[in-house]
């Protein structure tokens, strides 16, 4: 098997500093409102599992949906994959 370290693979893509503008505009946005602390993505994702409807709520702004009524609830499908 041909093995490669990977300090010698070569550079594909270097992400830019405004890669992921809008997912941290709404992660601070999160820590203000809800007095929170998210070290990254993973925590954020477990935030936005264990707060579901104050996380839909905050992509809803931060998406500037347009809506008559705000959301009542919100539902949670517990899908199964095969």
Known sequence: MNC??????PLIRK???????????????IE?????ILNGYDDLYKWSIEH???????VWEIAG?????????VRQHNFQFL
Do not use: A, H
């Open 4 to 9: 490669r370290r990977f300090d010698e693979v």
């Open 15 to 29: 992400p830019k500093e405004c890669d992921g503008k809008r997912m941290k505009e709404l992660k601070k946005i």
């Open 32 to 36: 203000d409102k809800y007095l929170t």
């Open 52 to 58: 579901l409807s104050e996380y839909w709520s905050e």
């Open 65 to 73: 949906i347009v809506y008559s009524t705000k959301f009542d609830t």
